[in-house]
């Protein structure tokens, strides 16, 4: 085989590479569905929709049961009706980290709202963004984990305790 054919033969091999891999990248990792959206959801939304705090769905009444009744068990005092309006804007734990806070914070609970929607003049905050600004913790472990709190977790290290 002479050199021009060795020539030839490379570069018949770089150019099926290079078509192999052009190929292959248009086509979509194996073992993922990946979903494109209609051109029409590339729509600005209304006004409207915009507005909505957090998209959360209505909480079922077991939810709100379950946290009235963490709630209750760490003395946060709360309105029911609250309860239900907060969690259908915020969703169920939105609705626990609100109350909890205002009353650890001892702030209006539709003061933290306001911060979670934002206004006018003033941006919308995240959670954790809140939390700085009224210097609470911002989880809900101790609230809602059945009252284990931190030390308590499940899954935390313990020390062993002495035998005799």
């Not at 194996?30 to 909480?59: K, T």
């Not at 979670?116 to 905050?125: A, C, F, L, V």
């Amino acid at each position: 085989m002479n050199r021009t054919n060795r020539i030839a033969l490379l570069a018949a091999a770089v150019l099926l590479l290079v078509a192999a891999g052009s190929v292959m990248a248009g086509r979509p990792p194996l073992g993922r569905d990946i979903a494109v959206p209609p051109a029409s959801s590339h729509e600005p939304q209304e006004a409207e929709e915009a507005e909505g705090a957090d998209d959360a769905e209505q909480p079922s009444a077991e939810a709100l049961a379950h946290a009235g009744d963490r709630l209750t068990a760490s003395d946060i005092p709360f309105d029911e009706a609250v309860l239900s309006d907060l969690a259908s804007r915020y969703g169920v734990g939105g609705a626990v980290r609100t109350l909890a806070w205002a009353s650890q914070a001892t702030v209006d609970v539709e003061q933290i709202a306001t911060m979670r929607d934002g206004t006018d003049t003033e941006p919308k905050m995240g959670w954790g963004q809140i939390a700085r600004e009224l210097d609470v913790h911002p989880g809900l472990g101790a609230i809602m984990g059945n009252g284990h709190g931190r030390e308590n977790a499940p899954g935390q290290l313990k020390e062993k305790q002495p035998e005799g």
